[in-house]
Every structure is written in C-alpha cells, then in structure tokens.
C-alpha cells in the first residue's frame, strides 16, 4: 500500500477514535448502574452483574421532568428556526438583490452579533424578562435563540442567493409571474440548499444551548433538555447518577443524529455549493 495512503489511514483513524471515543464513553455509562459507576467499574462495558441494560433508559423516560424537557426542547427550537429561516430568507434576497449604501457594514454586523458571546446578555435579559412577564416562559427563550440564529442564518444564505442567476427571476416575470411568485418558486427552490444549512444550523444551536436555558427559566415550563439535566441530582445529591445521566444525555442526542442522517445530503450540498462560486 502506498505510503500516503496508508498516512490517510491513520490519520482518519485517529481522527474517529478521538471523535468517536466520548460518544462510546458516554453509551456505556448508560448502560451501567450507579453501583458500578461508583466502583470504578473500568473499560466500556459492565463487568458482570454491574450492567443495568435499558432501565437506565426507561427511568429517563418515565421521568415526569425529561419528557417535560423534552417537549420545551422540540416546539421552542421548531419555532425559533421556523421563524429565523423565514425572516432570514427574506432579509438575504434582499441584501443580495438589492443594492444600497451600507450592504457590507449590514453583513459584518450580522457576523458579529452571531459571535457574540452568550454569557454576557444573561443578565440584563434576566431583568428585562422578569420585568416585561416573559421570564420562564417559551417566548423568553426563542427571543434570545433568534438574535444568535437569525444573523447566522442570514450571513449563510445571503452567500446562496448571490450564486442565483437573476434572469431566471426575470424569465418568471417575463412569462406573468409577480415579484413574490418568482421569489416563491423559481428564487426559494434553487437556494434550497442553503435554506436548509441555514434551518440545521439554528436549531443545533437552539437544541445544545445551555446558557440561556438555565438562566433563563426557573420551572418545568419551560426549561430545555440540556437545562433540565442539571437538574439529574438523585435521591442523594452529593452523589449524581452519572448512569441516568449518560442515559438522558444520549436520549437528548437522539432528534439530532436523526435530522443528520435524514438530511445528510442536503447538507453536505448546502455547505459546499455555499462554499464554491459559481
């Protein structure tokens, strides 16, 4: 075998073993009782008699609090990525169609909102929330999850919209479309891909958020998954049952493997034809 390709061998290989090697961890504490867990029980499989199998899974979900959570997690992040994905696509084609003064400064902005750091708007939205009557509640956590994902979701499909051919809209209205009709099926359909990207982006970043799901919500209500894992404490609180949590940690991971695997070629489509100029 060549020398490269057995380099790219390795390389890939190391490459999954330092990927994949928390994702297995966390599996097989899963699968583990508290007791073995608290032994020190090495390797990644139970040793005999230290395996809980699937109860793990199924004190999770019969836990009144993480089905709770989970339902806070699916409509709040459903919601915040149907409405960034809808607004940002309006506010790309115009910036892409559309020239006026400041279209860069508009651009660079959105970039710069979208890297904010999270931590520092905790506090004034815990006193405007609180004030305003929107504290632990759903409206108080997709607010904060589009000021993030809407300018990330603009700054990517702005960059899919340039890539249209523009005659084809102009073919549309040539032939009796309206403006919003050939924005509609001709302009939407070819950036696709883009959409898409942009939808998957937003609610990753909506479903791992951490941040504003425990500083934001004091109940059940409204409180998110990863939130609502901190929360795992146990009959005895000095010592948590690492075994439940690995358990609701890999339940949690469940609608997002699902969406990759369901969506993968629009996604690798999305990333790359966003990254080539055609």
């Given at each position: ?24 961890w ?36 019969q ?30 084609y ?67 919209f ?104 629009k ?12």
């Amino acid at each position: 075998m060549d020398k490269n390709k057995i380099g790219l061998t390795v390389g890939v290989g190391l490459i999954l073993v330092w990927c994949l090697l928390p994702v297995v961890w966390i599996i097989s504490l899963s699968f583990k009782s508290q007791d073995a867990i608290t032994a020190g029980s090495p390797g990644f499989l139970p040793q005999s008699g230290g395996g809980a199998g699937w109860s793990n899974y199924t004190a999770v979900l019969q836990d009144e609090q993480f089905r709770r959570a989970i339902f806070n997690s699916i409509g709040i992040c459903l919601i915040a990525t149907t409405l960034s994905v809808i607004l940002a696509t309006l506010a790309a084609y115009a910036i892409a169609r559309l020239e006026f003064k400041g279209k860069k400064f508009v651009l660079t902005t959105a970039l710069a909102i979208a890297m904010f750091p999270v931590v520092s708007l905790v506090s004034p939205l815990f006193d405007m929330w609180r004030t305003l009557g929107i504290y632990d509640t759903w409206i108080g956590l997709i607010i904060p999850y589009m000021s993030f994902t809407l300018p990330l979701a603009i700054w990517t499909l702005s960059a899919f919209f340039r890539e249209i051919p523009w005659e084809m809209e102009q073919a549309a209205q040539v032939d009796g479309a309206t403006s919003w009709q050939a924005f509609r099926k001709v302009i939407v359909p070819l950036a696709a891909p883009g959409v898409f990207t942009a939808a998957i982006l937003t609610f990753f970043f909506a479903w791992n958020d951490f941040v504003f799901g425990i500083s934001l919500t004091s109940t059940e209500s409204a409180r998110p998954i990863p939130a609502a894992l901190s929360f795992f404490v146990g009959a005895d609180p000095f010592n948590r049952p690492a075994s439940l949590l690995a358990a609701g940690a890999v339940v949690s991971t469940i609608p997002i493997i699902i969406i990759v695997l369901v969506f993968q070629r629009k996604i690798v489509a999305g990333l790359t034809s966003g990254a080539v100029k055609g």
